[in-house]
């Protein structure tokens, strides 16, 4: 079998392409997700808290000074960035949990449904003598 063959066998199984697929719906989710923490629940928390803007939050731990050659930036602890991503992965994190305790129900209800049962042997041979009962 040649390199390109099985390589083509491995890409074409259906666990690759779904997680491929996983992949892609995920990156496009997450960035839903950082627009909806960034444009809607960042300014309403920071309004909460009395108006700050957390996207340049920020605690200065050391001034830079920019007369020098070349100039050196101030030295600055963002911490706003991490809060706004710390929101990211918990709006993420739910829908997952959500996702998945949905797909749960549904299974336990896929699995709570008897399946019919198939006949017996006896059954089945009974069914016949019936039969042949009808036809005389």
Do not use: H, W
Not at 27 to 38: C, E, M, P, T, Y
Not at 73 to 92: M, N, S
Request: charged share 20%; aromatic share 8%.
């Amino acid at each position: 079998m040649s390199f390109v063959s099985e390589f083509k066998e491995f890409a074409m199984k259906g666990n690759v392409v779904d997680l491929a697929v996983g992949v892609i719906i995920g990156a496009a989710f997450g960035k839903i997700v950082s627009a909806l923490v960034d444009g809607i629940v960042m300014p309403l928390l920071g309004l909460l808290v009395g108006g700050v803007d957390f996207s340049k939050a920020a605690i200065m731990l050391k001034a830079g000074d920019p007369a020098a050659v070349p100039p050196i930036p101030d030295l600055v602890l963002a911490y706003g960035a991490f809060v706004q991503t710390i929101f990211d992965f918990v709006i993420v994190a739910l829908a997952i949990f959500v996702a998945i305790k949905a797909m749960n129900k549904l299974k336990r209800k896929e699995e709570a449904a008897p399946a019919p049962e198939a006949p017996s042997n006896q059954e089945v041979l009974l069914g016949e003598i019936r039969d042949l009962l009808k036809q005389k």
